[in-house]
């Protein structure tokens, strides 16, 4: 039997996956925007902001359009 979180453990994950998913609309924004790596506003940074962990595992290759 699964037992169904409090209130306010639903409110805690519903604020985290708004805020995931704010980020990831973010990161797409920066990738239209060609901003893949560097500082905000960049794909990169917006990956790091969701998951910390991920830093220094990345390794990144932007597109290149001449």
């Known amino acids: 039997m699964t037992e169904i979180p409090s209130t306010d453990e639903q409110d805690a994950r519903i ?4 805020q995931q998913q704010a980020l990831l609309t973010q990161a ?5 925007n ?3 790596v560097g500082a905000p506003p960049s794909v990169e940074a917006f990956l790091y902001a969701i998951d910390p962990s991920l830093q220094g595992t990345l390794t990144l ?4 359009v001449p």
Do not use: E, I, K, R
Not at 15 to 18: G, V
Not at 28 to 32: G, K, P, Q, R, Y
Not at 61 to 64: A, G, L, V
């Open 34 to 36: 060609g901003q893949w």
């Open 28 to 32: 797409l924004a920066a990738a239209l």
């Open 61 to 64: 290759d932007p597109p290149y």
């Open 15 to 18: 604020t985290q996956l708004q």
